[in-house]
């Protein structure tokens, strides 16, 4: 399994970031997490074809994790796709979803592929299809955010990689015995946040020294001290310590 952070900002994006989405990558398959930026470049940049993609999971639906929708679903469209497109959204954001292939006239177009909507209970823990086939198994996590929002755990030959998606500390996650990667966001360096975390909560929280493996840190403030927090951390805690940014590629066993 393959992870590209695809954009590692936060609400605003940054500089040099786009908004935090994500790219999975399993065998022949290939899921986006949110959808932000130019996904087809973003994909020309690391030779993924769109053809890969087949299914896209939203987090939630804020703005900054959905916006780029349309830009892909419009390439895919004019590269001729026939494939099915499954897209992942909780089931208190489908009509939203609806509508806003409405608002675009995604029928009119016409696309020649099917969009297949699933949808999860943000509240539970619940199994998502995508790439079951393959022994990789995903699971949603519920996260603590301001909109119904689900993190994922990916359990593949015994590793076990977490993604956050926007959230507080979640009670969830510190409940891993261990977690080998943990992508998280880190809207603030060290100051408390209401519906984010900082990187000293993460790091503190889920005791990154002993029950995390490694940790990729996302939704980036360009104002945020992140270097510097980390530096005033222990050495082991450094170590383990990544600042994400666009185009990092996370290799998985
Ligand atoms: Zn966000
Ligand atoms: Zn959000």
Known sequence: MDITLLGTGNAVAGKDRENTYLLVEHEEHAMMID???NPLRRLKQFDVPQAKIDAVFFTHFHIDHIFGLPSLLWGMWLEGRRKKLTIYCSKTDQKRLEQYLDVMQVK?????FE???QTYDAGQREHISWSAS???EVKTIPAIHSAPTAGLE???D???TVYSADTMINEQIKQYEWIDLLIHEATSADEHLDNHSSLTEVVEAYNVKEKVGQLVLVHL???QPYEKTVEAMPAMIQQK??????????RLR
């Open 35 to 37: 959808v932000g930026g």
């Open 108 to 112: 009119e177009w016409p696309i020649q």
């Open 115 to 117: 969009i297949d909507i």
């Open 134 to 136: 393959t022994g990789l």
């Open 154 to 156: 990916f359990r593949l």
């Open 158 to 160: 015994g590793h076990v």
């Open 221 to 223: 403030d360009d104002e």
């Open 241 to 250: 310590c990544t600042i994400g940014y666009d185009g990092l590629q996370l």
